[in-house]
T-cell receptor, first 114, second 113 residues
Framework: DADVTQTPRNRITKTGKRIMLECSQTKGHDRMYWYRQDPGLGLRLIYYSFDVKDINKGEISDGYSVSRQAQAKFSLSLESAIPNQTALYFC?????????????FGEGSRLTVL | GQQLNQSPQSMFIQEGEDVSMNCTSSSIFNTWLWYKQDPGEGPVLLIALYKAGELTSNGRLTAQFGITRKDSFLNISASIPSDVGIYFCAGRGLRNAGNMLTFGGGTRLMVKP
């Protein structure tokens, strides 16, 4: 079983709909992240959380919100989806003491907004 | 914000060939990481570099932390079909808080058997 689990893995929705992507982890890490992947643009940080009471905006937070329900759960919401939010979304975790700052990624959630 | 330029964007090579890709930055990084993303999966860490000039190997993969601290290189020797995927460089700068990484745009590698 994956240590970082994302649901759904694929979702097609319409413009204006509210969408939630969920992430849960069994790694016991305090730090969780949401990234967006677009071809040629790499991975861009949307939001991150260093513990349950901590929420921080990343590089591209406009149009998104997050909720850290527990240490192991971090969800991403699109309040009113638009077509340019069509992308592959990744949840990730990390340990605060990690020298490399290594991120452990989920398998991704592909979102298509029509 | 900081940006990483990764090249080439894609490569289509014959099995057995060696591969080189690199990342350059306009600012200094104190850590460089190389990730690989298999089709349908999330990225996985291949190699981490911590010091300027450092050369580190992981099997057929070799990565280097550039002397200027503004670039890094990844080489794959004797490519095989399972090397197919997207390779990302990532860097953490001196002014980044926590574990914030900046990612390159990725190099898509295709290997012809």
């Amino acid at each position: 079983d994956a240590d970082v689990t994302q649901t759904p893995r694929n979702r097609i929705t319409k413009t204006g709909k509210r969408i939630m992507l969920e992430c849960s982890q069994t790694k016991g890490h305090d730090r969780m992240y949401w990234y967006r992947q677009d071809p040629g643009l790499g991975l861009r940080l949307i939001y991150y959380s260093f513990d349950v009471k901590d929420i921080n905006k990343g590089e591209i937070s406009d149009g998104y919100s997050v909720s850290r329900q527990a240490q192991a759960k971090f969800s991403l919401s699109l309040e009113s989806a638009i077509p340019n939010q069509t992308a592959l979304y990744f949840c990730a975790t990390s340990e605060p003491g990690s020298l490399a700052g290594e991120l452990f990624f989920g398998e991704g959630s592909r979102l298509t907004v029509l | 914000g900081q940006q990483l330029n990764q090249s080439p964007q894609s490569m289509f090579i014959q099995e057995g060939e060696d591969v080189s890709m690199n990342c350059t930055s306009s600012s200094i990084f104190n850590t460089w990481l190389w990730y690989k993303q298999d089709p349908g999966e999330g990225p996985v860490l291949l190699i981490a570099l911590y010091k300027a000039g450092e050369l580190t190997s992981n099997g057929r993969l070799t990565a280097q932390f550039g002397i200027t601290r503004k670039d890094s290189f990844l080489n794959i020797s004797a490519s095989i079909p399972s090397d197919v995927g997207i390779y990302f460089c990532a860097g953490r700068g001196l002014r980044n808080a926590g574990n914030m990484l900046t990612f390159g745009g990725g190099t898509r590698l295709m290997v012809k058997p």
